[in-house]
Each structure stands twice: as C-alpha cells, then as structure tokens.
C-alpha cells in the first residue's frame, strides 16, 4: 500500500533533493512544508524537479515556529511518516545573531514533535548534523550514541532539538529515529554554499580562503555527501530497519550517513576545478590562501568525521562516488540553462 510522507523543509536544497528521490523511488505521496524563506529559493527548487508530479505532491506554506492550524492539519490529512529537515543551517548566521537562529531550530522541532504527538506516524525522522559532535581529532569518527559537544550556536541548536526527540520519544512513545549527516553537496544549493562557491571563484580567477589549522599547513577535513545518497540513505532506513530511539542503548534509533571517504578542503576544491577544466575545455587555476579556522570564524571545527560502519553493516553505501558527485554536479552548474543558480548569468 502506498505510504504519505510530510517532508518539511522540502522545498529547501536538501529537501528538494529528498522530494525527488521520494518521486523516483517509491510511489508514495509527499506533502511539503515549507516557509518559502531565502534557502529555499520559493519553488523554484521544486520545479526544477524533472520527474515532480503535481498529483503525488501537495505544498503548502507555514513557518513551523507557529503550530500548526486546524485548518492546515485536515488540509494535510493523514500521514504514515514524517521527516523533519527544515532548519537553518548557515553557521555564520548563527554566529551572527545567534539567539533567532536558535530559537527557529529548537521551535520548529518542537512544533512537529507536538504534532506527531497527535497524527502518531509510524516514524518521525529529525534530520541532524555531524557538527553535534564537534572537532574529531585524528583518528576518531563519531558512532552513533557518542557524546554532544556543540562548537557553535548552529550546532547546539541542533544537539537541542535532538534531545527533545529523544523525549518526546521516551515519554509520548513516538517512534523516532534520528540521521546525523555530514556536509552536502549537490544541484540547487545556494552560492554561498563551498562547492558552488568555488566555481564561481575559479571562474573569476579569485582567492579563495580555506580555513585551516593555525599553523596555516593543514586544510580542515570533511566527508562530502550528494544529497541523492542521502534521499537513498533516508529511505533505505525507513524500508530496511525498525529501530526506533531507546532511553538505555543511546545507539538505537540513530544512523549516520556518511560520505565514502574523507578530503581536506583544498582537495576537494582541487576536485571542483578539475571538473571546471573538464566541463569548460579551459585551463582555469585555483587560487587559494589557508586562513586559521579559529580567528575567521569563532566556532569553527576543523574536522568533522563520522563513523559509516552501522549503515555499511546494514546493507547501505553511496550510490554514487563523491568524484563522479563532484562531476556530474559542476556540470549541471555550468549547464546554461542552470548557470543562474551560481548566481551569474554566463561562465
């Protein structure tokens, strides 16, 4: 029987990322909630989805830090799951003015939580990040049900909204699961964002500063993501296991979805202008200079790492490698029909 799933966040990057997986590989129906604010680029992210099915997908427009209306709840109608992404995600904005930020994150979590009290889906799913965790030294990668210790207002507004899943799981007995995902990449994501960031500055022949340790000789490190394998992660999880969050083993009930392998950041921008060259035909340079991670942005953590081994154990990898990622998604950019998502007009 086919499911319903309400995604909110959907017509954000990631999310419209989800949506489209949703639509090529299930038959189920997705509802999007979604404030429309300046991620999520209105519906233009939605339609750009070749495969969106105006039948199969309904949107309506709400700032989750208000309940949600009578009104809104029989327009909604019933739903078997519910996966929770929407949230801001920009560090430097929680650095900024960190106290909204927060605010937003935690409320909006706190809003679908009270509503999945009522609706009882068969699983909620809070969509989190690897910056809970904090730096990982050389050497270790985060396991699921490992210790919090947020480096910045982002990330604690996060590690906030997951411990009130886990409440709510443990005292209303909704069935939650929780995903912990490392950086996203990916079509449809905002300029300022590091890939499509470092197009445009390959493009333009800038400096482009990468944040690194302060001795200036070593790149922070990451495991990049296509938001396609998450979409395949996240459903794979909902169609392969039943663990649901436990108050005794802190493991159960979360997953992390990790990319393959591991780069610093100047590889991977090295990765992005080889794939500029191949597209273009051109012989565009990168040019860069190490800042101390630290004094440019307070907060900051120079390497994030997670462990995979649980998903891996599971039965799931990435579909796709993260150079033929990195490939097919500077392509996409530098398509002229798709240009203007990097913000200019023409390479």
């Given amino acids: 029987m086919s499911k319903r799933i309400l995604v909110t966040g959907g017509a954000g990057f990631i999310g ?25 680029n209105g519906f233009d992210r939605l339609r750009d989805i070749k495969c969106f099915d105006d039948k199969r997908v309904k949107i309506f427009t709400w700032d989750l830090c208000l309940p949600i209306s009578e009104n809104l709840k029989k327009e909604i109608g019933c739903v078997d799951y519910i996966l929770h992404m929407a949230a801001g995600s920009h560090v430097d904005d929680s650095i900024s003015n960190p106290v909204p930020f927060i605010r937003n994150n935690v409320d ?41 210790n947020p480096g910045n207002p982002y990330s604690a507004s996060k590690a906030a909204a997951e411990c009130f899943t886990m409440a ?47 001795e200036l000789n070593q790149a922070g490190k990451r495991h990049y993501i296509h938001s396609r394998n998450i979409a395949n992660a996240l459903l794979f999880i909902l169609n392969n296991t039943t663990e649901t969050l436990d108050k005794i083993d802190a493991s159960k009930g979360k997953f992390n979805i990790v990319g393959e392998k591991e780069v610093d950041n100047l590889d991977f921008a090295l990765m992005i202008k080889n794939a500029v060259n191949k597209v273009t035909g051109a012989n ?60 200019r007009e023409k390479i």
């Fill in 16 to 40: 419209s990322h989800i949506v489209e997986g949703i639509l090529k590989q299930t038959d189920w129906d997705v509802i999007v909630l979604d404030r429309l604010d300046y991620a999520s």
């Fill in 108 to 148: 909006n979590a706190l809003t679908m939580l009270e509503y999945a009290r009522e609706v009882k889906p068969e699983r909620f799913i809070y969509f989190s990040t690897d910056e809970v965790y904090s730096t990982a030294p050389e050497g270790v990668d985060y396991k699921e049900g490992d210790r919090f």
């Fill in 168 to 214: 709510y799981a443990n005292t209303y007995k909704i069935p939650c699961i929780i995903t912990n995902t490392m950086n996203c990449i990916g079509e449809r994501q905002h300029p300022q964002k590091y890939l499509p960031k470092v197009i445009n500055y390959i493009l333009d022949g800038k400096e482009l500063e990468i944040h690194a340790n302060p």
């Fill in 284 to 343: 565009h340079d990168l040019k860069y200079k190490f800042v101390s991670f630290h004094a440019e942005r307070p907060g900051h953590d120079l390497r994030y790492s997670l462990d995979g081994m649980k998903m891996k154990n599971l039965g799931w990898e990435p579909p796709k490698s993260l150079e033929d990622s990195v490939e097919k998604t500077v392509s996409w950019y530098l398509a002229p029909e798709n240009i203007k998502w990097l913000g």
